[in-house]
């Protein structure tokens, strides 16, 4: 069972935001410290021995994941996954051609992206969702209908960040493989949260965060790439490469790797991240934790606020988004939660409507969720 104990959390905050950057239990605190030690203990010693150690830390990630532990590399952050999917096709594709978002995109990625397309002339085209989102298979629709002949690739969130929706990852995937479009996909929220086979997915690239919901230490995610596309992945630092250290795994693990001398304990202390998960019965807690977030979805909207997404109950995700009165100033109502309610969740104007993002980890009690309904109720007059 995961409890708030495990966490060096402050006892005297609602925290309903795990969502924004995770949170990392002692122990695995303690493991990422060890790797630290060995690290200053004998420096050279350490970075002679990493590629190895990051061998067997990929192929523990890859199982979970279930990949090819030669397709995928530890990187900081989806950011960092994003940029070089940004910059990748940056050079693969030609003037003229075009990839496609929707405005429900992480917005340090979308600027990514901007920044590595500037001056290539490859458009960025912006799939608007409408708000309160529709169903899946409505908003499959919605999104394939911006599809042209110059759509070369989509770049996606697999769950998005300021309304918590999932995207429909793979039905956009199979029309777009018939297409010859290129899934580019955007997992920061991914990894922990739902069960994910890479394999099975069936896109070109996936990035996603381990330090988010799997509770890794924080700089842990990875970049997955189609085997016949490692060789035009863009690696966004250029270090040694090849002729650096080598485990023999191929010039994508060598290219992406190693980025220079930084700290990669998170990436090290992944291994034991996937087995504490284990050791919690990760699915049931992540069941657990799900039937919080109904529970709190069906409170707020018996509070009369709607739901952001239409087939949230059946999204089976561990945030919950609501709308709300459009009168509501989003941030200023979240800092009357922090500072008068000591609950620390999301509310934020995205687009043209504020909306309110709770999270629910295992950690998460019934009470905090009861906390914020409370404050809710005080602050909006509901
Ligand atoms: C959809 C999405 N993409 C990317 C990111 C960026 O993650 P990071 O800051 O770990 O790079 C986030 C962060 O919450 C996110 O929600």
Redesign the pocket.
């Known amino acids: 069972m995961i409890t708030r104990a495990l966490f060096p959390l402050d006892p005297d905050v609602a925290f309903l935001n795990h ?3 995770g949170a990392c239990p002692h122990t695995l605190l303690a493991i990422q410290h060890e790797w630290q030690m060995v690290l200053e203990r004998e420096p050279v010693a350490f970075f002679h021995a990493l590629p190895a150690r990051l061998q067997q830390a990929r192929k523990a990630l890859a199982d979970f994941v279930d990949a090819d532990p030669t397709d995928l590399v530890y990187v ?7 940029n070089i999917m940004a910059a990748t096709m940056a050079r693969q594709l030609k003037p003229g051609d075009s990839v496609l978002i929707t405005d429900h ?2 917005g ?2 979308v600027r990514a992206w901007k920044n590595h397309l500037q001056g290539t002339g490859i458009h960025l085209k912006v799939c608007h969702i409408p708000m309160p989102i529709p169903a899946q298979a409505d908003l499959e629709d919605i999104i394939w209908k911006e599809v042209d002949s110059s759509t070369k690739a989509i770049f996606i ?1 697999h ?3 300021p309304t918590a929706c999932l995207m429909p990852v793979g039905g956009l995937t199979s029309r777009a493989r018939q297409a010859g479009i290129m899934m580019l996909v ?1 997992g ?2 991914a990894l922990g949260h739902l069960p994910l086979s890479v394999r099975d997915l069936g896109v070109d690239m996936y990035t996603g ?1 381990c ?2 919901w799997m509770c890794a230490p924080k700089g842990s ?1 990875l970049l997955w790439v189609r085997p016949d596309l490692q060789p035009h992945a863009f690696p966004v630092i250029t270090s040694w490469g090849a002729d650096g250290l080598s485990v023999g795994d191929g010039a994508f693990i060598d290219e992406h790797e190693y980025t220079g001398t930084r700290d990669p304990s998170p990436f090290l202390t992944t291994p034991a991240t996937i087995e504490w998960m284990k050791e919690h019965d990760w699915w049931t807690t992540v069941d657990r934790a799900h039937a919080v977030v109904c529970y709190g979805m069906e409170r707020l909207m018996e509070l009369g606020l709607k739901p952001m997404s239409a087939d949230w109950s059946e999204q089976k995700l561990l945030m919950g988004t609501v709308l709300l009165p459009e009168e509501v100033d989003g941030p200023d109502l979240q800092r009357r939660l922090l500072s008068a309610h000591n609950i620390q969740v999301i509310c934020m104007q995205w687009l043209d409507k504020p909306l309110l993002r709770f999270s629910v980890h295992g950690y998460t009690t019934t009470e905090e969720v009861h906390q914020l309904l409370t404050a809710l109720k005080h602050e909006l007059m509901l």
């Open positions: 969502g924004s950057f900081t952050n989806s950011t960092y996954g994003a995109e992480y340090a990625c969130s769950i998005t960040s955007d920061a929220h965060n330090h988010k995610a």
